[in-house]
């Protein structure tokens, strides 16, 4: 759907709008070499017309020259002198090193690419997958970042299997590299091995990771990439490092091995390490590698589900204390008339069914950390029990005569905003204070999706395991589904929604749609698709059933009857004829851009 950034913007102009006034033909850039490359992908076999083409691409590219602004799509665009970027090219390559300078050009090229799949998918929903991967290169060579010659490729769609090959001419990374460098002996087109990883992982939702092979800036004639995806690679840590900001975030597991994070000097290797590639992400794990090597109190903010008390264990496991106990404490969990002794401890007689002393979480943490999960919960008594605590360093149990000195990092972590409840009088301002000593919010998954193809790849493998039930990948639909989702659970969610259809769905198939959403979540409107029962299921209709029948359908794999392409075609026959066949007016009714309505038109048969 064609979005306006603004509604106060002045009218823009799109390269396509300009290539028909001036005559110019796009279609002439995509060459034969696309079409025989093409036709290299499993049960896909679409020429160099196949949309979107540059023609397509062009009317997602905007101009607003009288605003100071460029749009492609809904995403704000620069035009930025290759010269400038090579500059901070250097500047970072000289202040922080040649391996720490490629992480951050790798993890830009990434959310970029990612970027421009997700507008692929917008745009052209229906596209076969070589289509949309072919739009990836049109989209490079577009923003003038670089040539992309197709050498082979291949997508298996039934096990979602891809490797790929391709020749880089012109790029302008390696033009600043040189420049400034001259020859060597790495590859430099980090921003670009980046992008093209973003992108294909994005778009096929599983992790695909590029390799380059030559470069110009190690004196080759040309620039080669090779694609596969991540668990066909022998060595795939190597790459994948650079798209970790900290030596704390793991990669997604790949064929049988065991998930691990990277070594930490003196800590142990763990099993549960982060995952994401994203920029709020990595600018989080920026935060807690900071603040990890002091004693300061942290509060984690942010919603349900998106892995704070996951934030607090790896703080922890960084930090001096990480041969010390963590002990994690779950506010909301504990009755009102229990906190106390549940925190402080209790002697012996203190009360009726006392039978016995026993040490609360402070003491049991004495000399490493406690975590209080849902701290915004406690009652305005055990706030003030609790901020003596921090003031004093002390606890005294219930039903004591002394104090107990401990030495405990504290860590909050809330889903609510503390300074409101502050000033609705729901929560100490002295309390609040003391624990916001170094806060770190992180972002709900909807702001984050360039870590939703990781995460995917990491569930999938993860919960093949843990259940004995390999799955493959998943369809191009649940792709979609799960990328325009907007998790209200955040990552609980959609690590529940890939365990149960690791479940439900039959042994050594891709996990599909109505495998993935059978407790009535609201789909985006625009990603419709067939229910087990054959309607067709999505926010603008029924939710997907979550009944025995519809579960039992989709654990037999039964595809039910389609009816997405009669119901496209009435639509379409429908705008048309309201509109008078008029293509523009009736792409505007129903909410899609032109280049979209007039593919979708051939695509069905019918007349415009």
């Known amino acids: 759907m064609t979005k306006s950034p603004a509604s106060s913007l002045p009218p823009r102009i799109s390269l396509a709008e300009v290539a028909r006034a001036t005559g110019a033909a796009l279609g002439r850039f995509d060459g034969d070499e696309v079409a025989r490359a093409l036709g290299r992908f499993e049960a896909s076999h679409v020429g160099s017309e196949a949309h979107p083409t540059i023609a397509d691409i062009s009317e997602c590219l905007f101009f607003s020259p009288g605003d100071g602004r460029i749009w492609l799509q809904d995403q704000r665009m620069v035009l930025l002198h290759t010269e400038a970027l090579g500059s901070l090219r250097r500047e970072l390559i000289d202040s922080l090193g040649q391996e720490k300078a490629r992480g951050l050009f790798t993890r830009a090229g990434y959310v970029s690419g990612a970027r421009d799949a997700q507008l692929v998918r917008a745009q052209w929903p229906e596209a076969e997958p070589a289509s949309a991967a072919i739009a990836g290169t049109r989209l490079h060579a577009l923003e003038g970042v670089v040539k992309v010659e197709l050498v082979h490729v291949r997508y298996d769609p039934e096990t979602s299997d891809y490797e790929g090959e391709f020749i880089w001419h012109h790029s302008s990374e390696d033009d600043e590299h040189i420049a400034a460098y001259g020859i060597g002996g790495s590859p430099a087109c980090w921003m670009q091995v980046g992008y093209a990883t973003g992108y294909v992982s994005t778009l096929f939702g599983r992790l695909v990771v590029f390799r380059e092979v030559a470069c110009r800036s190690m004196g080759e004639s040309h620039c080669r990439v090779i694609g596969k995806s991540a668990e066909r690679w022998d060595d795939v840590e190597e790459d994948m490092r650079y798209l970790r900001a900290r030596d704390f975030v793991g990669s997604p597991p790949h064929g049988a091995s065991t998930p691990q994070a990277a070594h930490l000097p003196a800590a142990p290797r763990r099993h549960d390490a982060m995952v994401g590639a994203s920029a709020a992400f990595n600018a989080a794990c920026h935060l807690l590698h900071r603040v990890a090597p002091t004693t300061a109190t942290v ?66 943490a004495h000399g490493g950390t406690l975590f209080l999960d849902e701290i915004g919960t406690l009652s305005y008594a055990a706030q003030g029990k609790l901020l003596r605590t921090l003031q004093e360093g002390d606890v005294e149990r219930v039903g004591g ?208």
Request: glycine share 10%.
């Open 299 to 364: 509060l984690f903010t942010g919603e349900s589900g998106v892995g704070k008390e996951k934030f607090a264990s790896m703080l922890h496991s960084i930090g001096p204390r990480r041969d010390k106990p963590f002990v994690a404490v779950n506010c909301a969990a504990i009755p009102e008339t229990l906190i106390e002794s549940e925190l402080f401890g209790v002697e012996r007689g203190a009360y009726t069914g006392a039978g016995a002393s026993r040490p609360g979480r402070f003491e049991r």
């Open 401 to 608: 005569t002394r104090s107990v000195t401990v030495d405990v990092r504290v860590i909050a972590a809330t889903n609510v905003d503390l300074r409101q409840a502050v000033r609705e009088g729901r929560f100490r301002d002295d309390l609040f204070f003391r624990l916001n000593v170094f806060p770190i919010h992180l972002p709900p998954l909807r702001e984050r999706r360039d870590d939703v193809p990781l995460l995917m790849s990491h569930f999938l493998q993860h919960y093949g395991r843990k259940h004995g039930r390999p799955a493959t990948g998943f369809t191009q639909a649940a792709v979609r589904a799960l990328l325009n989702y907007d998790y209200p659970g955040n990552i609980r969610e959609l690590q529940n929604l890939i365990e149960r259809a690791v479940i439900i769905a039959p042994e050594g198939m891709l996990l599909d749609v109505h495998h993935l959403f059978t407790s009535g979540e609201a789909l985006d409107k625009n990603v419709l698709s067939i229910r087990p029962d054959g309607h067709l299921s999505g926010a603008g209709s029924a939710p997907v059933s979550s009944d025995s029948s519809a579960n039992q359908a989709a654990a037999d794999g039964a595809p039910g009857p389609g009816s997405w392409g009669q119901m496209e075609e009435t639509l379409i026959k429908n705008a048309l004829a309201q509109c008078g066949g008029n293509l523009s007016a009736a792409a505007r009714a129903l909410g899609i851009t032109r280049a979209q309505l007039a593919y979708r038109a051939r695509k069905r048969g019918v007349a415009s």
